[in-house]
C-alpha cells in the first residue's frame, strides 16, 4: 500500500527528469527552433513586447527558449537555466497574450500554454534537476535536506 501514498526518492528523480526532457524538448522544438527558422534572417521583424528593440527580443527569446531549453533537457545548471524561461513565459503569458483568453479556442492564441510552460519551469527551479541529470554527474551528490 505505501506505494500508493508514499514517495519515492527514485520516482521524484524519475518525475524530475520526465518534467525536464518533456517540457524541455517541447520548448525547444516547438518554440525555439521555429523561431530561428521563421526570424533568424530579420531579427528585427521580430515583436518587441517589452520595448528594447526586436533583435534584443529574438536573441533573449532564442537564448531561452534554444539554449536555457536544453540545459534544462540534459539538466544542466538546471535551476539557473529555469530561471529565464519562467520570466519568456511570463511575458508571454502577461504581454504578448494580453488580449487572448486564458483558454485555447480555435481562434488565435491563448494564455494557457504560457502559464503552463511557466508553472512546470518554476517547478523545476524549485525542485532541481534530480539525480538524472549532468548537474548531479558534474557536481556530485549532495545530501537533500529530508535525508539528514
Known sequence: MRWLTGTSAVGVDV????????FGGMMLLGHGVPKI?????????????LGIGGTVSFLGAVGSEVVCAGMVVVGLLTRAA???LVFTMGVAAIV???????????????KEPAVMYLAVFAAIALAGPGRLS????????????AEG
Do not use: W
Open 15 to 22: 518525475c524530475l527528469l520526465v518534467l525536464r526532457v518533456a
Open 37 to 49: 527558422q521563421k526570424f533568424g534572417g530579420s531579427m528585427s521583424t521580430f515583436p518587441d513586447p
Open 82 to 84: 529555469a530561471l529565464p
Open 96 to 110: 504578448v497574450h494580453k488580449n487572448d483568453g486564458f483558454f485555447m479556442s480555435g481562434v488565435g492564441g491563448a
Open 134 to 145: 549532468a548537474d548531479h554527474a558534474v557536481f556530485g551528490k549532495k545530501r537533500r535536506p
